[in-house]
């Protein structure tokens, strides 16, 4: 670990926020250059390097555009800036924890992990409306108890107090986060939609749904001593709003004049708006036009409604990224933190990196991080989310007698051309990619369960027997965040004026209900995660005992023994597993980054999480298909080897391997039983020198089978002594 301190940095081939940099623009033109200065890779790290989930949202900041289309009387959203529309009518909206989509799938997948239930029985539903305005409205209920009591302890201490000064701070970003929606209608929208339905149907009556018309009484004995409820005398004076002991009435001036202050085109009923959703005031006299306000009400509804449905479709992808990108990191689960995995970010179109003008630029930017005796940029896994896989043609059909799924075109996938392409230039840099099929319901576990693996086969063997295909892992199945069959939400019911007064329809056509169609991950993610959070001897040390903190975990072989239970992923299961005709499929073939959702006890426990059946590269061996650990630890030999013998120089090639005990190979041999020792028993090291041709044939034994490796001698003057 004192030469080579990490190995499980990640590049991810990918792009998030195109409005920022990405790796092609940064490294720039390379001609007649073999290497970047240290100073063009450490702007690259600046830019485009991330330690964590927060990290990554921070540098990256996801970014949904939305402008309003007057012809139509819709909004539009664009994940990229709209060209040729002014700056001011254009709104960002920040695709972060404060999202409430995002917000709304991260619990979900928290959920599904501490209950560990399948899809078919998770109740999707009870987590779905996080994003109907109800919801939205608990969200800002609770913002508001918080700046109220801050509020309250700010206006009783004295001025100049040290700690009014810091409540004060505090205050301010409270403030600055309420006033982030004063301009955007979108996000006032659940406000006014709550809003109306409280004044209407005055809270209390609306999980009945019943709106009779209210006129607030007072309980009295009358002459004769029986009782009846009088409505209570109107008042306009503020004597009710004294009664509020935390100076409410200062803090809706505040919120007023902040609205005033901040919003470019300010309206009185917005402002109404924010104030009372911020600071209730007991209401001191409101006439109410119950009419136009329910003609408000179920135009917001149907506007918010299919607003939110464009918002939805459009920020998908890009949240599918996102959370891929939060999996990946969510994998290194551990209290002792070590060797964490980092990401870096080529925020850039696979197809566009793969360009012919652009893969000198690649090739450049990896020859100066991976060619080099320096390892603290040394890139090891790649990730290649979404490649396309063309399933079996669907019937053509000539009239459309029921409503069938609208043709959406993807143009999101990768060919495998542009994989083969980008394989072909990281060969040389040893970098393994772990790749998936785009993702949606034809390539979930209930997908493989029973459809089995043979059309991700079939898609694969292009990779098969090339010079690259040890550094192709293909991971399947996809991970679902929401299933598309579970993934409807309900937004709200129409509001209906009656004799009574007002109530919320219960009609079917009356409920407004929006289809997010499914929220997959591309396993990518997750099996990059896992493979980059075992390289660390600390996340090891979490469920094994014997464990060398001196070595990552290269040689660990996640499919041996129960490895697979105890270095699971943080996912919950999916499905009650595999038919056992599947898994002898899988056996037989030993193909690809296999996950399964199986029901697996270790030592008594039951295991509620997906683990991994199989770990394999394209590389072809004996039985099927070969372990990706056996890439991993013949580079991490070569690169020790390259540093330890000055590149190659012959004399110190012997020294490496003689039998001396202070060789590099006597303490490898020495240091076995241990998970993640170099050399494990069963294993062998041992080399043949080429005079003739000047090459190293190096042959690492794995059990019995045999890897090689081939090195450039580099000739010393002296003679060799053994």
């Keep these: 670990m004192e030469i080579i301190n990490q190995t499980n940095r990640t590049i991810l081939f990918e792009e998030i926020n195109p409005e920022k940099l990405d790796l092609i ?75 409430d989509f995002l917000k709304m799938l991260f619990t979900l997948i928290d959920t599904k992990r501490s209950q560990g239930i399948t899809n078919v029985d998770f109740k999707f539903e009870n987590l779905l409306d996080m994003i109907s305005p109800k919801k939205v409205m608990d969200d800002i209920r609770q913002v508001r108890k918080e700046i109220h009591y801050l509020y309250g302890q700010y206006d009783q201490l004295d001025e100049g107090d040290p700690k009014k000064l810091d409540m004060g701070d505090k205050l301010n970003a409270m403030f600055e986060e309420a006033s982030r929606n004063y301009n955007n209608v979108m996000a006032m929208l659940p406000l006014a939609i709550e809003d109306i339905k409280t004044r209407l149907l005055l809270g209390g009556a609306q999980e009945e749904n019943a709106g009779e018309a209210v006129q607030i009484g007072m309980l009295t004995i009358g002459e004769g001593g029986e009782l009846k409820i009088i409505e209570a005398p109107k008042s306009d004076s503020t004597e009710l709003v004294l009664l509020d002991e935390n100076g409410a009435g200062d803090l809706s001036a505040v919120f007023g004049e902040d609205y005033d202050s901040i919003t470019e085109s300010p309206s009185n009923y917005v ?13 001191v006299h409101a006439e109410v036009n119950t009419e136009l306000e329910v003609q408000n009400y179920n135009t917001y509804l149907e506007f918010y409604k299919n607003a939110k449905d464009d918002f939805v479709k459009t920020v998908k992808p890009l949240v599918e990224k996102i959370i891929g990108v939060k999996l990946f990191f969510d994998q290194y689960a551990t209290k002792n933190k070590g060797m964490l995995p980092t990401m870096l970010i080529a925020n850039s179109k696979l197809d566009m990196l793969v360009k012919s003008s652009n893969i000198p630029r690649l090739e450049t930017f990896l020859n100066t991080v991976n060619s080099k005796n320096d390892f603290s940029d040394t890139i090891w896994f790649g990730i290649v989310p979404s490649v396309e896989l063309e399933t079996a043609g669907k019937v053509k059909v000539s009239r459309e007698r029921f409503k069938g799924n609208e043709k959406v075109v993807k143009n999101d996938g990768y060919t495998m051309e542009s994989l083969s392409m980008l394989l072909q230039v990281v060969k040389d840099y040893k970098i393994q990619i772990f790749f998936n099929f785009e993702s949606g319901e034809d390539t979930t576990f209930n997908s493989m369960a029973t459809a089995g693996i043979d059309k991700y086969i079939d898609k694969c063997a292009p990779l098969v027997r090339k010079e690259y295909s040890e550094f192709a892992i293909p991971c399947v199945p ?7 069959e579970k ?38 993610y997750v099996a990059a995660g896992l493979a980059a959070a075992y390289q660390c001897p600390e996340y090891l040390r979490e469920t094994f005992k014997t464990v060398n903190k001196d070595f990552p975990g290269a040689r660990f072989d996640i499919e041996a023994g129960d490895n697979s239970l105890r270095t699971v992923t943080t996912m919950a299961k999916e499905i009650t597993g595999f038919t ?66 000055g590149d190659f120089k012959h004399e110190n090639i012997v020294r490496f391997f003689s039998n001396n005990p202070s060789s590099q190979k006597s303490k490898w041999v020495g240091t076995r039983g241990y998970i993640n020792s170099i ?44």
């Design 25 to 99: 623009t940064i490294v720039g033109d390379v001609k007649g250059i073999d290497s970047l200065s240290d100073d063009r890779i450490k702007e690259i790290n600046q830019q485009l390097l991330v330690r964590s989930f927060d990290e990554f949202l921070d540098k990256f900041t996801p970014t949904v555009y939305s402008f309003f289309n007057a012809a139509n009387q819709k909004v539009m959203y664009t994940l990229r800036k709209p060209d040729g529309i002014p700056d001011e009518m254009i709104s960002e909206i920040r695709v972060d924890q404060n999202n």
């Design 580 to 645: 056992n005709s599947i898994k002898d499929a899988i056996n037989r073939k030993n193909f690809g980054f296999v996950f399964s959702s199986e029901n697996a006890q270790l030592q008594d426990k039951d295991i509620r999480r997906i683990t991994v059946y199989k770990a394999r590269s394209m590389a072809l061996s004996e039985d099927g298909f070969d372990s990706i650990y056996k890439t991993l630890v013949s580079t991490y030999i070569e690169r020790i080897l390259r540093y330890q013998t």
């Design 679 to 722: 050399i494990q028993d069963g294993d062998d090291i041992s080399y043949v020198i080429d005079e003739k041709n000047n090459l190293c044939h190096i042959d690492l034994v794995f059990n019995g089978n045999v890897k090689n490796l081939e090195v450039m001698i580099t000739k010393g003057t002296s003679p060799v002594k053994a």
């Design 271 to 283: 402002k109404d708006l924010v104030v009372r959703t911020f600071v209730p005031l007991p209401a």
């Design 478 to 484: 996809n991970f679902t965040i929401i299933p598309k």
């Design 487 to 524: 993934s409807g939400v309900i937004i709200d019911s129409k509001m209906l004026q009656t004799e009574n007064g007002v109530e919320l329809s219960k009609e079917k056509e009356d409920i407004l209900k929006l289809w997010i169609e499914g929220v997959y991950v591309g396993a990518a």
